[in-house]
């Protein structure tokens, strides 16, 4: 089973930056796509990027042009550079890996960003 875990989150003023990291552990990683969600208080879960085995990214137009997610499948892990953050971007921030068998997710990290 894959276990991933995120880190990087934390407070940051609006118009700051952060990066997201999430390592997995199993060999499923470079052969699956991946992505990040969000889920705000009150708020559904959110996709809000996504990155193929080959690199290929969508995103979701609320971050376009201000995140980057990013694979490094050497280390086993996964990015999501954060800049111009703005007070909605406020979330606990996981990690998915999707595979055959399901998705897999992290535990989530808190990203706040004060006005």
């Known amino acids: 089973q894959v276990q991933l875990v995120e880190s990087g989150g934390g407070l940051v003023q609006a118009g700051g930056s952060l990066r997201l990291s999430c390592a997995a552990s199993?060999?499923?990683?470079?052969?699956?796509?991946m992505g990040w969600y969000r889920q705000a208080p009150g708020k559904q879960r959110e996709l809000v990027t996504t990155?193929?085995?080959?690199?290929?990214?969508s995103y979701a137009d609320s971050v376009k042009g201000r995140f980057a997610i990013s694979r490094d499948n050497a280390k086993n892990t996964l990015y999501l550079q954060m800049n111009s953050l703005k007070p909605e971007d406020t979330a606990v921030y996981y990690c998915a890996v999707f595979a055959v068998g399901g998705t897999s997710w992290g535990q989530g990290t808190q990203v706040t960003v004060s006005s």
């Open positions: 199993g060999r499923v990683f470079s052969n699956n796509a």
């Open positions: 990155i193929t085995s080959g690199g290929s990214t």
